[in-house]
């Protein structure tokens, strides 16, 4: 290894990730950070397909002008569940989504449809249902009829508001749900070492994360644990869930809001 490779070297980060833990754990290590692997939440599948299913037939039958695409994982899991429960909706769903207009909320539901030959026609400034929103509000939606795949389960009413305030009509679908993944023991051994001094940073990635240490620790221990060390968020969806909840979020990548950007602002700010 170089010395630019080891700019982590000495550090200590916990990683509250999941799905992409390996991904982001092995960015840090390769240069010189001790990872602590804490993953605090779990992706499943929607408990009943059915009301999937029920959504996707809508959908195939033509009666979307657009569909909002919330997270990359709303549109593998939709696709995933017509695989395995009805196959033969696949051909009509991906044909369907080539013909709508579609609308990302950030640069992942937007890889997820290059994975398809696809790509986003309306993209938010800002990640967040706020930027989707204000890019909505710039176009005539009266009249038009909008799939909006959430985020987890999150209903977001925000959103569904907005579009029938503006005389659109949502149609909304929930093709995952998150879960609790780790024991809670692991969550108050992390909290310990937060306390204890024993943890240069924490980088969170997503709002369920956050959501599940104040659960388990309730407000007052999570915001004390986490004043102890620097926190990061991997972009302002997070960063808002932190800094509602009274925690300061010391950095965030600028304008790219992935893993390594992520990593590449902890070394910044390590460095400084």
């Known amino acids: 290894m170089n010395e630019q490779v080891l700019t982590l070297m000495g550090r200590t980060i916990a990683i509250p990730e999941t799905r992409e833990l390996d991904i982001f754990a092995g ?17 499943h599948d929607a408990p009943d397909p059915a009301p999937v299913l029920a959504w996707v037939n809508r959908f195939n039958a033509g009666v979307f002008d657009d569909l909002v695409l919330l997270t990359g994982e709303g549109l593998r899991r939709l696709l995933s569940c017509i695989d395995r429960q009805a196959p033969e909706l696949r051909a009509t769903f991906v044909a369907q989504l080539a013909r709508v207009r579609k609308i990302t909320r ?21 990640p967040t249902t706020e ?10 939606m009266r009249g038009r009829r909008v799939g909006v795949q959430l985020y987890g ?7 569904v508001t907005f579009l029938e305030n503006v005389g659109a009509s949502a149609d909304v ?15 108050l051994d992390l909290a310990r070492r937060l306390q204890a001094g024993k943890v240069d940073a924490i980088a969170f990635t997503s709002m369920q994360q956050v959501q599940r240490l104040f659960d388990v620790l309730g407000a007052d221990a999570a915001r004390n644990a986490l004043g102890k060390t620097l926190v990061a968020a991997v972009g302002p969806v997070v960063a808002e869930a932190l800094t509602k909840r009274d925690v ?20 910044k700010v390590f460095r400084t």
Request: with cysteine.
């Open 27 to 43: 960015l840090l290590e390769r240069r010189g950070a001790t990872v602590i692997r804490c993953p605090l939440v779990a992706i």
């Open 106 to 126: 950030g640069p992942k539901p937007a890889r997820a449809l290059r994975e398809l030959g696809l790509q986003s026609d309306l993209a938010a400034i800002v």
């Open 131 to 140: 930027g989707v929103i204000e890019l909505l509000g710039t176009y005539e």
């Open 153 to 159: 389960s999150d209903p977001n009413q925000r959103l």
């Open 173 to 187: 679908v929930a093709p995952y749900v998150y879960a609790d993944s780790s024991e809670d023991q692991s969550v």
């Open 248 to 267: 300061r979020v010391a950095l965030m990548p600028e304008d790219a809001f992935f893993l390594k950007p992520l990593t590449q602002a902890l070394e």
